[in-house]
C-alpha cells in the first residue's frame, strides 16, 4: 500500500551529533501525538521530549511536521531530529513502529516522491548520485540533474518529437503521390534538427557517464619500468612500494584520484615477463584480469630499454575492450625534456615519474585519450540506463530519417524513439525498473 506509514533512520550509523527519524505516509497527526506532547506546528521546527508508550522520555530535541502534499514525499512527513547515538535512534525509530509505521525499504521516500509526482526518475537518481558523488564536479552535476536539468532537456525532445508524430500521423490520411513535396522536405528538417539535439544530449550524457562512475586506469608494461613509481607521481602520494627489484609488485595496487574533478581509479599491476614463480605468475593472471576490464590501459616502458616498448602484438592484445595510451618513462636518465606526440596509431607521452615531469601532459592525455572534453559545465549525469535508452532513441530517429520507408514505418520509429526518451524520466517505466533503480538508494532516502 502506497500511503502506509514508513520509518528509518535517515543519518548514518554510527554516533553523531544529530540523527535524524524520517516517517512518511496518510495522516500522521496522530502518530506525531504518540511521539510528542507540544503543539507543533507545520514547517517549523519545534523543540519537544520525544515519549514512550508510557509517557517517559526518550530523548528531546526538534520535531518536524510537513502535511500532504507539500513535503519531499508528497505525503505526510515527520522528522524526529535528536542525538545522534545509535541507542536513542533505535529507540525512536521503535516507538514509530509501535505507532503503526513499518520500516522503510532502500530509497522508498525517493520512491515515493517519484510516484506522488514530486520528481521524475533521473530527478530521483540525482539524488543517488549527489550522495554518492566522489568530486566537486560530479556533485554539482549531480545537482544539475536534481533540479531537472536533464529532464528538462528530455522533455523538450518529447515535445519536439510529438509534435513530429502530429505532422506525420496527419499525412498518414492521404496517399503518398498526394502528399505536398515542401510538406515531406518540412518534416525531414523538423526530423534533423531534433537529431542534432539528440546528439549533443547523448555527447553531455556519455561525460556525465565517466563522471559518475569514473575511468578505471590499468598501469601495465614490463617489471621495473617504472609503473609503481608513475602510479605514486600520478596520486600524489607513496601509494606504492618501489624498489630497483624486478617483480616487486605482485598483486594489483589500486588509488582513487582526481583529474578536473573526473575520478580516475588508477590500479598499478604485475610486470608483464615470463614468471620466476607460483606468485608472480598469480600476480601476472591478475594483470591481464585488470586490463580485461580497464576503460584505458597506460603502457609503460622504460626509456633507456627498447625492449621494453609497446610492439604491434601486444597492441592488439591490449585494446580488444579499452583504448592505449604509450608512456615513455624515465626520460631524465638521458637528459630530453617531458613530451606529447599524437600518431595515428595513438597518443605518446614521454615522462619522468621519479622527478615527476610531464605529469600534467600524462593527466590531460587520459582525460583527452576516454573522450573528455571541458570542465563538467552541462554535463548530464548520466547512467547506463539513460545511455541505453538515448542510443535506441537515436537508432529509431535514424530509421526514422531513411527517406526511402513510408510515412507509416516513419510514424511507428517516431514513436519508438519518444517511448524510449520517456524511460529516462519514467514517463514510460516498468514496476521491475523501479524495483532495481530505488534498491540502489540507502534506507531512509
Known amino acids: 500500500m502506497l500511503n502506509d506509514a514508513v520509518a528509518a533512520i535517515a543519518t548514518p550509523p554510527g554516533r553523531g551529533g544529530i540523527g535524524v527519524v524520517r516517517v512518511s505516509g496518510s ?3 496522530g502518530m506525531l501525538g504518540g511521539l510528542v506532547a507540544t503543539e507543533v506546528i507545520p ?8 515519549l514512550d508508550a508510557a509517557g517517559g522520555i526518550i530523548d528531546q530535541g526538534l520535531v518536524l511536521y510537513f502535511p500532504a502534499p507539500h513535503s519531499y514525499t508528497g505525503e505526510d512527513v515527520i522528522e524526529l531530529q535528536g542525538h545522534g547515538g545509535p541507542v536513542v535512534l533505535g529507540l525512536l525509530l521503535q516507538r514509530c513502529f509501535e505507532l503503526g509505521a513499518r520500516a522503510a525499504e532502500p530509497g522508498e521516500f525517493t520512491k515515493r516522491a517519484f ?5 521524475d526518475l533521473a530527478q530521483a537518481e540525482g539524488v543517488a548520485d549527489l550522495i554518492n558523488a566522489s568530486t566537486v564536479t560530479a556533485a554539482r552535476s549531480a545537482v544539475r540533474s536534481l533540479h531537472g536539468e536533464f529532464s528538462q532537456h528530455i522533455s523538450g525532445m518529447v515535445q519536439a518529437l510529438t509534435q513530429l508524430r502530429v505532422a506525420v500521423e496527419a499525412s498518414l490520411d492521404f496517399p503518398e ?4 513535396f515542401t510538406i515531406r522536405a518540412e518534416i525531414n528538417e523538423k526530423l534533423e534538427f531534433i537529431q542534432r539535439r539528440l546528439a549533443s544530449i547523448i555527447g553531455s550524457s556519455q561525460r556525465g557517464q565517466i563522471l559518475r562512475e569514473g575511468i578505471r586506469v590499468v598501469l601495465a608494461g614490463h617489471p621495473n619500468v617504472g609503473k609503481s613509481s608513475l602510479l605514486n607521481a600520478l596520486a600524489g602520494a607513496e601509494c606504492a612500494i618501489v624498489t630497483a627489484v624486478p617483480g616487486t609488485t605482485r598483486d594489483a595496487i589500486k588509488e582513487t584520484i582526481s583529474i578536473e574533478g573526473v575520478p580516475l581509479h588508477l590500479v598499478d599491476t604485475a610486470g608483464l615477463r615470463e614468471p620466476q614463480d607460483a606468485v608472480e605468475k598469480l600476480g601476472i593472471g591478475k594483470t591481464w584480469d ?3 576490464t580497464a576503460d584505458l590501459v597506460v603502457w609503460v616502458s622504460d626509456i633507456s630499454r ?3 616498448r609497446l610492439v604491434d602484438s601486444a597492441v592488439t592484445a591490449l585494446t580488444q575492450t579499452a583504448p592505449c595510451l604509450n608512456v615513455i618513462n624515465k626520460v631524465d636518465l638521458i637528459g630530453i625534456a617531458p613530451y606529447r606526440r599524437k600518431h595515428a596509431d595513438g597518443n605518446e607521452v614521454a615522462v619522468s ?5 610531464g605529469i600534467d601532459l600524462l593527466r590531460h592525455a587520459i582525460l583527452e585519450t576516454v573522450g573528455w572534453r571541458g570542465e563538467g559545465e552541462g554535463v548530464f549525469m548520466a547512467r547506463e540506463r539513460h545511455m541505453q535508452a538515448l542510443r535506441r532513441a537515436e537508432a529509431s530517429l535514424a530509421q526514422a530519417g531513411d527517406k526511402s520507408i513510408p510515412f507509416e514505418l516513419m510514424a511507428e520509429e517516431l514513436r519508438l524513439a519518444q517511448e524510449a526518451l520517456g524511460s529516462i524520466t519514467g514517463r514510460v517505466s516498468a514496476d521491475d525498473l523501479l524495483g532495481k533503480i530505488f534498491s540502489t538508494f540507502c534506507v531512509g532516502k
Open 27 to 29: 495522516h500522521l497527526r
Open 43 to 50: 514547517r517549523h521546527a519545534t523543540r519537544a521530549d520525544f
Open 115 to 119: 510516484l506522488n509526482n514530486k520528481i
Open 177 to 180: 503521390e498526394d502528399i505536398d
Open 290 to 292: 585488470s586490463i580485461r
Open 306 to 308: 627498447p625492449e621494453t
Open 353 to 357: 615519474a621519479k622527478s615527476s615531469l
